[in-house]
């Protein structure tokens, strides 16, 4: 595996812990940048929605650059969001922040999981995916937790800046151990990124990325009133479950990438029915400890870490380039809009189990959108990223080292 995909998990690492700080420092947040608990609510919120709608445009206009210094730029323009948060002197200023670092964060993803698939041979894409994608893994893990300690410790700016800190090691890491590299000369322009978002198939397979992580993130939402007021758990034990979840995701994440290239539909498929069934089981045993923990286990195990056989899928569908990767990014972003905010109006309806049966509805949702392949012919992992109607690239179709 090139080193290049380690140092992007790093990058993801960066830009993951600073899309959850704000989860995990609301109080302080609220009382120095004197606004209320919703407000800051809202910052999470701006975060997702300019990683959704902003991060393709952003990654439209570094498309013509080399690959290692669209990750430069897009590097400069989170680490000017950080600094702009950790010395916000009110409210607007703090938003106009996450937005900058939300579009610049989706931006990066779509760019680096492109880079990974320029970096690999086809056959083993979906494990260098999930090797990137340890980052976000790691982001659930370490990143909101340590954050989270940093701002308790000396203050909420200062998680900021520790960030910031974290993307200069990044983006140092970055120069050091990515290779320059030219486009790809089978990768196409502008034009021909743009041309696969006609094929239906390529639509059919974003919905289903949607519809994953929104099961998952309907349950994800709202772990901690559910732990605590339905199963009983103390305030204390919540955040050792949730650090035992994000190993969870880090083991899932692992083997799906070892399952991804060769077995891309089947693994969706079997996650979606695994998810289904501990997101049902959750909502059933929800006030028995035991259960509720063995069905929270089996969420992090099968949920996010589709992600590895989501990418390869839409990869194969459409391309590789960074606008598909990026759009694909938006549309996963979409699922936690969804998910989320969805489940905040189940729960005013029916109560805190219902956002876990929302999540299993969307399960049975997703499950539906992947059936179709699955009655399909396997997409050969050489045409990883060919877009869809183009032959075969000729064998000088590899990245140009410059």
């Known amino acids: 595996m090139p080193r290049a995909v380690y140092v992007l998990a ?4 960066a830009m993951v812990t600073s899309e959850f700080v704000v989860a995990g420092l609301m109080p302080q947040m609220a009382d120095g940048l004197d606004a209320t608990i919703p407000q800051i609510g809202y910052l999470i919120t701006a975060f997702a929605v300019a990683m959704a709608a902003g991060g393709p445009f952003l990654t439209v206009a570094v498309m013509k650059l080399p690959p290692r210094t669209a990750l430069m730029v897009l590097f400069a323009v989170f680490l000017a969001g950080n600094v702009l ?24 993803f779509g760019v680096g999981i492109s880079l990974c698939a320029q970096l690999t041979r086809p056959e083993v894409r979906g494990r260098a995916i999930a090797v990137a994608m340890n980052g976000l893994m790691l982001g659930t893990l370490l990143g909101l937790p340590l954050s ?9 700016r200062a998680a ?3 960030i910031s800190a974290l993307t200069l090691v990044a983006a140092v890491a970055t ?12 990768g196409g322009g502008f034009r021909e990124e743009l041309g696969v978002f006609k094929n239906p198939r390529l639509w059919l397979a974003l919905s289903t990325s949607t519809l994953i992580i929104g099961a998952t ?16 758990f103390s305030t204390g034990t919540v955040p050792v479950l949730l650090i035992a979840y994000g190993a969870a995701t880090v083991v899932g994440n692992t083997v799906v990438g070892r399952f991804a290239d060769r077995h891309t539909v089947p693994v969706l498929a079997l996650g979606l029915v695994l998810n289904l069934l501990f997101l049902t089981g959750f909502a059933l045993f929800a006030d028995l400890p035991a259960p509720a923990v063995v069905c929270m286990m089996g969420i992090g195990l099968v949920g996010v870490t589709m992600n590895p056989a989501m990418a390869t899928r839409v990869q194969r569908t459409g391309n590789a380039g960074p606008l598909v990767n990026t759009v694909h990014s938006s549309f996963i972003t979409l699922g936690i809009i969804l998910a989320s905010s969805l489940g905040a109006v189940v729960i005013d309806a029916w109560g805190l189990r219902a956002p876990l049966w929302l999540g299993a509805a969307m ?3 997703g499950l539906a959108t992947v059936l179709p392949d699955l009655a399909r012919r396997p997409v050969p992992a050489s045409d990883a990223s060919r877009p869809a109607g183009v032959s075969a690239p000729e064998p000088d179709s590899a990245p140009i080292r410059s």
């Not at 993130?217 to 009983?232: D, R």
């Open 363 to 365: 399960a049975v949702l």
């Open 85 to 108: 948060a950790a010395t916000a002197t009110g409210y607007p200023v703090m938003m106009a922040a996450r937005i900058v670092t939300g579009i610049a964060s989706q931006a990066f």
């Open 148 to 156: 989270t300690l940093v701002g308790e410790r000396f203050g909420w």
């Open 160 to 162: 900021f800046w520790t």
């Open 217 to 232: 993130f309907a349950a994800f939402s709202y772990f901690n009133p559910i732990l605590t007021e339905l199963t009983g």
């Open 10 to 13: 790093l990058g993801i690492f």
């Open 175 to 186: 120069l050091a151990g990515v290779e320059r590299l030219e486009r790809a000369r089978a």
